[in-house]
């Protein structure tokens, strides 16, 4: 069995059909959930897809601010954390962006590989690596309340493999 969530972008990679199905399972999710995935919600969820790497918030706004000149700060925020909340993005921390979840309908802690180059996120969601993580802090005496777990190194495209 495969731990990769979101696998980098290859060169045969149908990005557009990629953004449907993070749609589709988005508006599944919420719809299960009884949950309203508004078209700001939506827009923004798509806006994070589209790139297949971190979205900062005001990156987004400005997209936003093309669409619907009234567009601000705290509505994207809004967004972002209902996003955030119902497992449909993930925040990457050491760059204070978002990405899209490889599969918000199952409770993960995921782990992200960042390509240093160019910028994509490949998510993988490894238990052991949590596993590992939990055990060695509670043998130091250490609570963990939320893991992120960042590695930056070079994708395929960009390593040449």
Not at 48 to 67: G, N, T
Not at 70 to 99: M, S, W
Not at 151 to 156: D, F, K, M, S
Request: one cysteine or more; glycine letters at 6%; a positive charge.
């Amino acid at each position: 069995m495969s731990n990769i969530l979101v696998p980098f972008k290859g060169p045969s990679h149908d990005h557009w059909c990629c953004i449907r199905n993070a749609l589709a399972v988005a508006e599944k999710t919420c719809a299960s959930r009884g949950l309203r995935l508004t078209k700001l919600r939506r827009r923004v969820l798509e806006l994070i897809w589209d790139r297949h790497e971190p979205a900062k918030a005001y990156d987004i706004l400005d997209q936003l601010r093309q669409e619907h000149q009234a567009a601000a700060p705290p509505t994207v925020y809004r967004a972002l954390d209902f996003l955030l909340q119902t497992g449909l993005i993930h925040r990457v921390e050491t760059l204070n962006a978002y990405v899209g979840c490889g599969d918000p309908d199952r409770l993960h802690i995921g782990q992200f590989l960042l390509c240093r180059r160019c910028g994509t996120v490949a998510e993988l969601d490894a238990p052991e690596i949590t596993g590992i993580i939990t055990r060695e802090a509670k043998y130091l005496g250490f609570q963990v309340d939320r893991q992120t777990v960042e590695i930056r190194g070079l994708c395929p495209q960009c390593s040449g493999d």
